[in-house]
């Protein structure tokens, strides 16, 4: 729908059901209402919540649509007769929730959202924190349920506004208590379970997170947008600067305590309890001259993984100038401390090459509050290498001052030994001075010292002492000699500098990549990972895959950069200019990034590509097994027909009824393999139809037991009068319970009955079929649930395999389990749970 724009979605989120959502966004529609906005309800769930109806006075609302659906009757949100009305806003309830299927052209309620933004209708939707896609394994560990409905992260955070509906889990409780929430008889099983103080702590810790990280992104991104330098207090953020040292660890616990007790004192003042500390980031800066060579990358992995350990996150950038990388990272990310170690030069080193990174770093730190901390280290380092130069700025300048200065002192130094030394050994300390000149500042400097020395051993030892005789061929060899060595020694000096310059070049960079591969290894989405790795590292304002660039070719263009990425794809950055040197190293990110490409490429046409596949195996081992079981009970009936209508033979009455009852043995035989087939299609395919009901274990046993008349005798039950009655489809569970007492049946040694008992606990009952037989090896357990497998256990004459598979998928449907145990003292045990009839119901979705 070109031409339109699309609509703007607020979501209100919530902690936990019952917090209030869909009040306050039947409130905020009520109040655009009487701003004269046009606003209809498209779907609001009230759950008999005589408040939250009452909200819905005075608002237009579209019909509902009913969806049949395994026979029953359920309301959807009529998608085309919203977008036919064309509201303003249109308020729609439960965004995770999943449509019945065949009531509309979307399975998710939110894709249903989006064709209304897309249609230029605003939204306004409720959520719950445990319905987030990236929170749903985190939700399932604190509260025990697996979430089946949830909803994109990137749904969400597209939205315009998101506002936190909060609520303590004490008042919670209170609320669920005086029957605000749901049904009295639902009231004692939610407390006891979902609605308990731990569960609604965690969860309303992990919503408040959440929404936090949405407002951080946001500032960020409106600072990046506005081009805001100054750092804004809004949240307490400490950066711990990292060098490789031993002493990063005393720096990260430093660091981590200056991000808690800020914030800490706050709250005890208030007479709260101090939240979560300050966001802690830990940075190392790679110089492509070799800042990282005097590093230990093995000290680096430690001292990341304590990071993270505490709670904070590791970070690695890209930088000649280490004091401006340093602060430009703390102000793109806005913050608050930056904690660096003292200098690890001693005095001598500082006073030769002045300021060092943490004084640039104060001088360039403006609002950022920098701690300088002493550690072990203080004082003991060595010299890292210069940037730019192959000698330091501090070396240009005193190697021409020690030049000059060296031969006067030594001159002054041999004077008042002109007895014990000759003219031999005079030159040759003239001359080591000179290799130690050269040692200092270079070429130059040592030309500069082999004049200097050359012209005072002339003037003060060479006779006739006090003139300069330059004339003299001695004197004019002994000044050659002196250039020619300083030279050399010069020379080879600056050769050896370059070598260890490249050399810590190639160690930072191996660096650099080996920290982005251990973030892709610890991330699940590699591309993401990858490109806010590259961001960071490059200091980049952003980092995003394109398939059209804005340049030909690595150009910088408009402030942008782009770097092609395998075959249609480009790496775009935007921020800084990025020296040759960098570059490099950007084609190394670059080719990251093409191969994690072409791997969701393969990966997504490989998950294409597996259903088919397994559609074929299971085409291909139904040919193979039904050839043989469909046509042996056909074959028995067709002996048995042919027998009784063959007048070559005259059968008494007693052969007639033999011949009769097995050609119905064979039939219900034959109905009963076409039913399991007909069944297993329709669970593939969603279409198995339930009539659930409370069904008492007592009332299904017996007709279980009565399918399978040959072992009657072999089976033996424990009381079940006591066990609570279950939610579940009758005859379905009569043949779940037939399938898994016939299997064990069949597998259990004769004369050793098959033993079943039923247990109640946490709201669901446990029906345990034991058997004495072989049993099945742990790795081999979930194989017996697939369809048409037997593993070897038994001879193709006892079926197709498909009756474990068919009770899994029975069960599963009526919202149960079904798993294998090892029976104590050998064979299998099937454990098949089902909930109370009582505490079945739709559960806390809202």
């Not at 409106?222 to 490789?244: F, K, P």
């Not at 010292?449 to 006779?463: E, G, H, I, K, Q």
């Not at 394109?546 to 935007?574: F, I, M, Q």
């Not at 498909?802 to 294998?820: F, H, N, Q, V």
Request: with cysteine; hydrophobic share 45%.
């Amino acid at each position: 729908m070109s031409g339109v724009r699309p609509g703007q979605l607020k979501v209100y989120l919530g902690a936990a059901p019952g917090v209030g959502k869909t009040y306050r966004m039947l409130d905020e529609g009520r109040r655009r209402a009487a701003r004269g906005t046009d606003v209809v309800v498209g779907f609001v769930e009230c759950h008999r919540r005589p408040r939250t109806e009452a909200m819905l006075a005075g608002l237009e609302a579209v019909g509902r649509l009913d969806c049949g659906y395994r026979g029953g009757t359920f309301p959807e949100m009529d998608l085309k007769a919203v977008l036919a009305r064309r509201p303003q806003v249109a308020l729609v309830d439960e965004l995770a929730h999943t449509n019945v299927p065949g009531g509309g052209r979307n399975t998710k309620r939110w894709q249903d959202v989006e064709e209304l933004l897309a249609a230029g209708i605003d939204v306004v939707t409720a959520l719950n924190i445990q319905h987030l896609e990236s929170l749903n394994d985190v939700v399932e560990k604190i509260t025990g349920v697996p979430q089946s409905e949830t909803v994109p992260d990137d749904v969400v955070r597209r939205a315009q506004q998101i506002e936190l509906v909060d609520m303590a889990p004490e008042g919670l409780r209170r609320r669920m208590a005086h029957g605000n929430i749901y049904a009295p008889a639902k009231v004692d099983a939610a407390l006891a379970n979902h609605f308990r103080p731990g569960n609604l702590t965690a969860l309303r810790e992990l919503a408040l997170q959440w929404v936090a990280g949405q407002v951080d992104a946001a500032l960020l991104r409106h600072r990046s947008e506005q081009g805001v330098a100054r750092v804004w207090e809004a949240r307490e953020r400490v950066v711990v600067a990292l060098t490789g040292g031993s002493e990063g660890e005393t720096l990260i616990r430093r660091a981590a305590r200056i991000g808690a007790l800020p914030r800490a004192l706050t709250f005890v003042r208030a007479g709260q309890a101090p939240p979560a500390r300050g966001d802690l980031l830990a940075v190392h800066v790679t110089r492509s001259d070799g800042l990282a060579a005097g590093a230990s990358h093995s000290a680096l992995v430690r001292q990341r993984r304590l990071v993270e350990s505490l709670g904070g996150s590791y970070h690695s950038v890209v930088g000649d100038d280490v004091p401006t990388a340093l602060v430009e990272f703390a102000r793109a990310e806005n913050a608050t401390q930056l904690v660096l170690g003292t200098s690890r030069r001693g005095r001598l080193e500082r006073f030769l090459t002045g300021s060092g990174i943490g004084e640039t770093v104060v001088a360039l730190s403006r609002d950022i509050d920098v701690h300088m901390v002493t550690h072990e280290r203080a004082g003991r380092g060595r010299l890292l290498p210069s940037r730019r130069r192959t000698l330091p700025t501090s070396r240009l300048v005193a190697g021409p001052i020690a030049g000059l200065v060296l031969p006067v002192l030594l001159t002054f130094g041999l004077d008042g030994l002109r007895g014990p030394l000759n003219l031999t050994s005079e030159a040759l300390l003239y001359l080591l001075a000179v290799v130690g000149v050269a040692c200092i500042g270079g070429v130059a400097s040592a030309v500069i010292a082999s004049l200097t020395a050359s012209l005072l051993l002339n003037y003060w030892f060479m006779p006739p002492v006090g003139e300069f005789t330059m004339a003299d061929a001695n004197s004019m060899l002994a000044l050659g000699v002196f250039a020619v060595v300083a030279a050399t020694v010069a020379a080879v000096v600056d050769r050896s500098l370059r070598l260890a310059r490249r050399s810590a070049r190639a160690t930072a960079e191996a660096e650099t990549m080996s920290s982005l591969a251990g973030s892709i290894v610890r991330g699940d989405e590699a591309i993401p990972a990858l490109l806010e790795r590259t961001r960071e590292t490059f200091g980049m304002a952003s980092a995003e895959l394109v398939e059209e660039p804005p340049g030909a070719g690595a150009s910088g263009t408009g402030g942008a950069l782009s770097v092609p990425v395998g075959t249609g794809n480009w790496l775009l950055l935007r921020g800084r200019t990025l020296p040759s040197s960098e570059r490099r190293v950007l084609a190394a990110f670059a080719a990251h990034v093409g191969a994690a490409v072409e791997r969701a490429r393969l990966a997504e046409r490989a998950a294409e590509v597996e259903p088919v596949k397994a559609a074929d195996r299971m085409r291909t081992a139904l040919l193979r097994a039904v050839g043989h079981d469909l046509r042996t009970p056909l074959a028995a009936v067709l002996a048995a027909v042919s027998s009784l209508r063959s007048r070559d033979v005259d059968f008494s009455a007693e052969d007639r009824d033999e011949l009769l009852a097995s050609a119905e043995e064979s039939l219900a035989k034959l109905d009963r393999l076409v039913e399991n087939l007909l069944d297993l299609s329709r669970l593939q395919a969603g279409a198995l139809t339930l009539k659930t009901r409370a069904t008492a274990l007592e009332e299904v046993l017996p007709l279980a037991l009565d399918s399978l008349p040959g072992h009657a005798a072999d089976i033996e039950v424990r009381s079940l009068e006591e066990i609570p009655a279950v939610l579940a489809d009758p005859p379905l569970l009569e043949r779940v319970i037939a399938n898994l007492v016939g299997n064990a049946a069949r597998h259990s040694p004769p004369g050793v009955p098959v033993l079943v008992s039923a247990s109640a606990l946490g709201g669901r009952v446990e029906l345990r079929v034991v058997d004495r037989g072989p049993g099945v090896p742990p790795a081999d357990r979930e194989q017996v649930f697939e369809p048409f497998q037997r593993l070897g256990d038994t001879d193709n004459t006892t079926g197709l395999g498909l009756g474990l598979a068919l009770s899994r998928g029975l069960t599963e449907a009526m919202d149960g389990t079904l798993t294998p145990e090892d029976t104590p003292g050998g064979g299998l045990t099937m454990v098949l749970s089902l909930p109370f009839a009582g505490a079945a119901g739709k559960g806390a979705r809202r």
